[in-house]
């Protein structure tokens, strides 16, 4: 996959105004970071209907109960994980860990994502999967490594802010975002093809739409959620 300065700018610019409209629901307050999901979900619900209708018509509703899983879930499964510092009597310093866990996911969401192309624009050879022919091993691989690495050494600058969570947990959820993130880009790659279209919206140049920009979340965040819940917190309490 050649690197393409044009796109590379326009990915970037529309990547840019994405993170503060992001970084100001995130970080303002849970109600912000709620509202800001919710907008998120129908969004995504809204490109999903018309996804599945492309595909198949007579049975578009039946097939739309898939997004409770697919859309519904994983936002509701992601604004607990903000929820955690306001549910638990922590330290105050240990609520802090409420805005640093979203911050973590979406964070390795947009590392991995830009550093996989980047790799992949750059020494990308092997194909890595025919539902999404631009993705290569050595992009993929090479994303979720300084995924891991960047966001890994990253978030453990703040593990006095982020009790209970330990240093390696960091490394370990960048590393369910990388790999789980890149799956969830290719089941809406593999939607994306069965409908014939080639974004599922148009609300960021360069990205596409909500789907586009959300796809690897909505796959990791479950996955997070539950290694949270089941060794982090399990410890915890």
């Given at each position: 996959?050649?690197?393409?300065?044009?796109?590379?700018?326009?990915?970037?610019?529309?990547?840019?105004?994405?993170?503060?409209?992001?970084?100001?629901?995130?970080?303002?307050?849970?109600?912000?970071?709620?509202?800001?999901?919710?907008?998120?979900?129908?969004?995504?619900?809204?490109?999903?209907?018309?996804?599945?209708?492309?595909?198949?018509?007579?049975?578009?509703?039946?097939?739309?109960?898939?997004?409770?899983?697919?859309?519904?879930?994983p936002v509701i499964l992601l604004i607990d994980l903000r929820a955690f510092g306001l549910n638990m009597n922590l330290p105050?310093?240990?609520?802090?860990?409420?805005?640093?866990?979203?911050?973590?996911?979406?964070?390795?969401?947009?590392?991995?994502?830009?550093?996989?192309?980047?790799?992949?624009?750059?020494?990308?050879?092997?194909?890595?999967?025919?539902?999404?022919?631009?993705?290569?091993?050595?992009?993929?691989?090479?994303?979720?490594?300084?995924?891991?690495?960047?966001?890994?050494?990253?978030?453990?600058?703040?593990?006095?802010?982020?009790?209970?969570f330990r240093n390696y947990d960091w490394f370990i959820i960048a590393a369910l975002c990388a790999v789980f993130g890149t799956?969830?880009?290719?089941?809406?790659?593999?939607?994306?093809?069965?409908?014939?279209?080639?974004?599922?919206?148009?609300?960021?140049?360069?990205?596409?739409?909500?789907?586009?920009?959300?796809?690897?979340?909505l796959i990791a965040t479950p996955f997070v959620w539950l290694y949270v819940k089941l060794f982090v917190l399990q410890n915890?309490?």
């Open positions: 996959m050649a690197f393409n300065v044009q796109t590379f700018k326009t990915r970037a610019l529309s990547a840019l105004l994405f993170a503060v409209i992001m970084l100001a629901g995130l970080l303002w307050s849970f109600w912000t970071f709620t509202l800001l999901f919710i907008i998120i979900h129908f969004g995504c619900w809204y490109e999903f209907i018309k996804l599945m209708n492309k595909i198949d018509k007579q049975n578009f509703l039946l097939r739309c109960c898939w997004g409770l899983i697919y859309i519904t879930l105050l310093k240990g609520n802090i860990y409420g805005l640093l866990l979203p911050l973590v996911i979406i964070g390795s969401m947009w590392v991995n994502d830009t550093m996989a192309y980047l790799v992949g624009s750059f020494i990308g050879k092997t194909p890595f999967s025919k539902i999404s022919p631009k993705k290569t091993w050595e992009g993929t691989i090479g994303g979720a490594i300084l995924c891991i690495i960047v966001i890994g050494f990253a978030a453990s600058l703040y593990t006095e802010y982020s009790f209970p799956t969830g880009d290719l089941i809406e790659s593999k939607i994306k093809r069965m409908a014939n279209v080639k974004d599922s919206g148009n609300i960021m140049p360069g990205h596409g739409g909500f789907l586009d920009r959300f796809d690897s979340l915890f309490l």
